[in-house]
């Protein structure tokens, strides 16, 4: 009998579900969008009802466009958001909805890290800066504003426990990659730094435990095979966290390899064999942490806000695009870079700042905002597009040139994946940007291909990691820079990074987070 492997990446704006052949072919596959709550400035919650159902449609989808016996998919790997996560009672019901990664509403928990450890003792300990995006500060916020939640808490999960629970697995586990932003481990040993929770005086016994290495957590119960279309008694096995997957469905399992990824967050990591010298790497601005290969570490690059840069684009100003992608059956995405493309590098002068819920890597600026800068009367809606796209790689080459800086050396190569690898046009910015040869995957949703390797090699359906992305994983080839426009690109962002630093030194984005807060209503 053929055997077929399914993935799924739950994501902060939707659910991908693929299901796989053993030569990495998508056999089928389903999508669903859901929303995040934004009730209070730099506040993400998620309605955990509302993702599941949307997973739900997604593998419905998936399970029905199938083509053989759906009993032919032996395992199901999951990949879910990092650093997202909600608190739950005994029965593995959410007490209130999940406060989401990109959520900075505990800027004062991350003043507080700040003051009771230190930057170099925090990062040492953790291979984290200090920063309100992590679990730390916000389970801290937590105990301190909403104590009648945290005394009902009966455990903290991530999405993939929730997920892999109402699937059918009965197991109390977390897999260390997809906790990565937590910031409560120990980087060294990947294991919870009892330090850290002493030190806030947060339980331990209310995280779960960790399970590092490629196993079954269980099967589809006969509840989940009705509202997945997956088949009662599949196998279920932790994939990791989605940037994480992202890595193994991009074939980088080996040092000097990278892979970018362009989702709602834009993410590059790339493979460490060996735990991190976290006394070099004091100032390096890069993040450090849990590989879903077992036992290895990676470290990271992020930008908080670029493929949801893209999407607040088409829905505050791009009303033109989408009623004309509906007329010619089209994705509105195309015709935006399509006008893109038709404005010059550089746009005139014109930057845009993507900033929307912080700057991460190298600065992690928690108070950063959004901004454009250089708007005259020449500039028109193709203008802008294009400035939206090139803002965000801009502050991805910031995460690019840290990391190099880390590694000690250029990177051999930059894979792309993510919806926005799915964009010629984008990918060549990147190339050019960074002046970097990149490929392009030719399956660009690379967690969920991930999640399907870990899992079918979780749960003994496929006998080996590397065999596996030897045999599923394949690029279109490689993308080289045009090195005449990495020049002109280069002015212009050492213009951006420039301005970006000077609103940084003049305080500006505080006082804005400070002025916001006054005048905003119901803020914490």
């Known amino acids: 009998m053929e055997k077929y492997f399914a993935g799924i990446d739950a994501g902060t704006t939707g659910t991908t579900v693929m299901i796989f052949d053993d030569q990495g072919n998508i056999m089928s596959s389903g999508y669903s969008e859901y929303r995040t709550k934004h009730p209070h400035p730099g506040w993400v919650d998620q309605d955990m009802h509302e993702l599941w159902a949307g997973l739900c449609i997604a593998a419905k989808q998936a399970t029905s466009r199938f083509k053989g016996d759906i009993s032919q998919v032996v395992s199901i790997g999951v990949s879910s958001q990092r650093g997202s996560f909600v608190p739950v009672d005994e029965n593995w019901d959410p007490l209130i909805d999940s406060i989401v990664w990109s959520d900075t509403r ?209 829905d505050t100003y791009g009303q033109p695009e989408v009623e004309a992608a509906k007329a010619l059956d089209l994705n509105p995405y195309d015709i935006i870079t399509l006008e893109a493309a038709e404005a010059p590098i550089g746009c005139h002068g014109l930057l845009f700042f993507p900033f929307f819920n912080s700057q991460a890597n190298p600065h992690f600026h928690d108070n950063a905002r959004g901004g454009m800068l250089g708007i005259t009367q020449i500039h028109t809606r193709k203008h802008a597009a294009r400035a939206v796209l090139e803002g965000v790689i801009y502050e991805l080459r910031m995460a690019v040139e840290a990391m190099e800086g880390a590694l000690g050396r250029p990177f051999d190569t930059i894979r792309l994946s993510g919806g926005g690898a799915k964009s010629l046009f984008w990918s060549q910015m990147q190339a050019d940007i960074y002046g970097r040869r990149v490929e392009r995957l030719k399956v660009s949703e690379c967690a969920v291909l991930g999640a399907a390797i870990l899992g079918a090699v979780g749960a003994g359906a496929l006998p080996d990691l590397d065999e596996a992305i030897e045999n599923m994983v394949h690029t279109h080839g490689f993308i080289e820079p045009n090195m005449a426009n990495h020049a002109v690109y280069t002015e212009y962002f050492h213009v951006f990074e420039k301005a970006f630093l000077a609103l940084v030194e003049g305080n500006v984005y505080n006082e804005l987070a400070e002025v916001t807060s006054r005048h905003s209503q119901g803020t914490a």
């Open 106 to 314: 505990a800027t004062k928990e991350a003043q507080w890290i700040n003051k009771e450890f230190g930057h170099d003792e925090y990062y040492s300990i953790t291979g984290l800066n200090p920063s309100a995006i992590w679990v730390y500060p916000k389970i801290k916020w937590l105990k301190d504003n909403r104590p009648e939640v945290y005394e009902k808490t009966w455990k903290f999960v991530n999405g993939q426990e929730w997920i892999l629970h109402n699937l059918g697995s009965t197991e109390l586990f977390a897999n260390p990659s997809a906790l990565n932003y937590n910031g409560m481990f120990d980087i060294t040993t990947l294991d919870y730094a009892p330090e850290l929770f002493e030190r806030a005086g947060l339980d331990m016994d209310l995280m779960p435990p960790l399970v590092p290495d490629l196993r079954r957590v269980g099967t589809v119960s006969a509840a989940g095979a009705a509202a997945t279309g997956f088949a009662e008694g599949t196998v279920l096995s932790p994939g990791g966290g989605d940037q994480q997957c992202a890595a193994v469905g991009s074939g980088v399992n080996k040092a000097g390899m990278a892979e970018l990824s362009l989702g709602t967050a834009a993410v590059m990591v790339a493979q460490l064999d060996e735990a991190p010298d976290m006394v070099e790497n004091l100032t390096s601005g890069v993040s450090f942490g849990a590989h879903a290969i077992p036992h290895r570490w990676d470290m990271e690059g992020t930008a908080h806000a670029a493929g949801v840069v893209l999407r607040w684009w088409r």
